[in-house]
């Protein structure tokens, strides 16, 4: 099985789009897709993220379940071919919803990005960068500490 950057690779190249493009269209950064293609960060965090890849680059149900699981995501269609009999598509059914703890498993493991933290509101993404969050944090600290010292000096 192919892994999920080599996958991603092939899609891209096949779809023609650059990494910017696809990064506007999910609503990642840029060094974010750079990061999936070179294997540097494993995997997206969330399902809905590779969705939408599969969605921008226009792939088949095959390719997007490829690309989920390659992801460590559980795929959306598990459908057994027609010329099996009954019973052995209810045991491959039956199979593919015993293994939804491992892909539970995985969906709710968190991968640490030490540069970036993701904001969701809403459809949109936005990047904060650890530093910056620290740096707001520790003002609005202060700004708090400022207040309370004026309000104790004004009630004597």
Do not use: C, H
């Not at 190249?13 to 294997?39: C, H, N, P, Y």
């Not at 921008?56 to 379940?65: C, I, V």
């Not at 045991?91 to 491992?102: E, L, P």
């Not at 700004?143 to 104790?152: E, H, R, T």
């Amino acid at each position: 099985m192919r892994t999920f950057a080599e996958l991603l690779s092939l899609y891209i190249k096949q779809g023609g789009i650059t990494d910017t493009e696809l990064a506007r269209a999910i609503g990642v950064s840029r060094q974010t897709i750079f990061r999936w293609r070179e294997g540097t960060t494993s995997r997206p965090n969330n399902r809905e993220d590779v969705l939408a890849i599969s969605k921008k680059l226009r792939l088949t149900s095959e390719e997007k379940d490829n690309l989920l699981l390659a992801a460590g995501f559980r795929p959306e269609d598990i459908v057994p071919p027609d010329n099996e009999d009954t019973e052995l598509q209810a045991s491959k059914v039956r199979k593919a919803d015993a293994t939804d703890v491992s892909y539970a498993d995985f969906e709710s493991e968190e991968e640490n990005d030490s540069e970036n933290l993701l904001v969701r509101s809403g459809e949109r993404k936005i990047f904060i960068s650890r530093g910056l969050l620290f740096l707001i944090i520790f003002i609005l600290v202060w700004i708090v500490i400022i207040v309370l010292i004026v309000m104790a000096v004004f009630n004597r």
